[in-house]
C-alpha cells in the first residue's frame, strides 16, 4: 500500500476556492486509480473525483464543472481544484490510491490506500 497525506484544507467563503493536494510515498505506477473523496457527518464516504494513469477523469454530478483533479508522476503528487464552493462541499477530504484494474470511476473503483483527510469549511 501506498502512504498519502493530504494538505490545503481550511476555511473559505461560498463562491471561493481552494486546492488541495495529496502526496504519494512513491509513485503510484501504471496501475494505481487515484481519488479523492469527500466524508460529511453522518454520511457515507462519496467518491467525487477520480483519475487513472492515463488521466481520465471521472467526476460525481454534484461537483462535475467545478472541481478538476490532476495528478503530477513526477513528484507523486495528486491535486484537487476546486472552485464555486458552496456548503454542500463542506467536508473532510480524503485522498486515496487503489487498483485500477478494479475499475477507475467515481461509480467503480478499488481503493486500497486512503490518507487521514484534511478539512474543508464554507462560511456564507
Known amino acids: 500500500q501506498v502512504q498519502l497525506m493530504e494538505f490545503g484544507g481550511g476555511s473559505m467563503q461560498a463562491g471561493g476556492s481552494l486546492t488541495l493536494s495529496c502526496e504519494a510515498s512513491?509513485?503510484?505506477?501504471?496501475?494505481?486509480?487515484m481519488g479523492w473523496f469527500r466524508q460529511k457527518a453522518g454520511d457515507e464516504r462519496e467518491a467525487i473525483a477520480v483519475i487513472d494513469p492515463n488521466d481520465r477523469t471521472s467526476y460525481a454530478d454534484s461537483v462535475k464543472g467545478r472541481f478538476t483533479i490532476s495528478q503530477d508522476n513526477v513528484q507523486n503528487i495528486l491535486l484537487l481544484q476546486m472552485s464555486n464552493l458552496n456548503s454542500e462541499d463542506a467536508g473532510v477530504y480524503v485522498c486515496?490510491?487503489?487498483?485500477?484494474?478494479?475499475?477507475?470511476?467515481?461509480?467503480?473503483?478499488?481503493?486500497?490506500?486512503w490518507g487521514k483527510g484534511t478539512r474543508v469549511i464554507i462560511s456564507s
Open positions: 512513491e509513485h503510484p505506477g501504471r496501475r494505481f486509480c
Open positions: 486515496a490510491a487503489g487498483n485500477v484494474g478494479y475499475g477507475c470511476t467515481v461509480h467503480s473503483y478499488g481503493m486500497d490506500s
